[in-house]
């Protein structure tokens, strides 16, 4: 069974930094996701890594946030600087096959992952 733990969530303030982690469980070669849900709003991406280690990031926080991956601890980062009020949200790691990828969904989109693919979530809460 896969499985994705998210930890690191926390209340900050404007400006801060916070860094997610996500545990997953290996099933072979994976891309991987970050996502985040805002109350109200649909679930969006910010963030994936591909297999060879390309990175993919939303507009709304290229240049603040960094996605790595320990292999070694079958972890997944996400480095978030300078936050903001607006990136307040729950966030998600997912993980999916590559293969998927013929598909033409692209990993930035929560479509891309299956439902038993995700983690349950850690709370970004950023005060201004």
């Known amino acids: 069974q896969v499985q994705l733990v998210e930890s690191g969530g926390d209340s900050v303030q404007a400006g801060g930094s916070l860094t997610l982690s996500c545990k997953y469980s290996?099933?072979?070669?994976?891309?991987l996701g970050w996502f985040r849900q805002a109350p109200g709003r649909e679930r969006e991406g910010i963030a994936s890594?591909?297999?060879?280690?390309?990175?993919t990031y939303a507009d709304s926080v290229k240049g603040r946030f960094t996605i790595s991956q320990d292999n070694a601890k079958n972890t997944v980062y996400l480095q978030m600087n300078s936050l903001k009020p607006e990136d307040t949200a729950v966030y998600y790691c997912?993980?999916?096959?590559?293969?998927?990828?013929?598909?033409?969904?692209?990993?930035?989109?929560?479509?891309?992952?299956?439902?038993?693919?995700w983690g349950k979530g850690t709370l970004v809460t950023i005060s201004s």
């Open positions: 890594l591909g297999t060879g280690g390309d990175t």
């Open positions: 290996k099933f072979g070669n994976q891309i």
């Open positions: 997912a993980a999916d096959s590559p293969l998927k990828l013929s598909t033409m969904t692209p990993p930035m989109s929560p479509c891309y992952y299956g439902r038993e693919y």
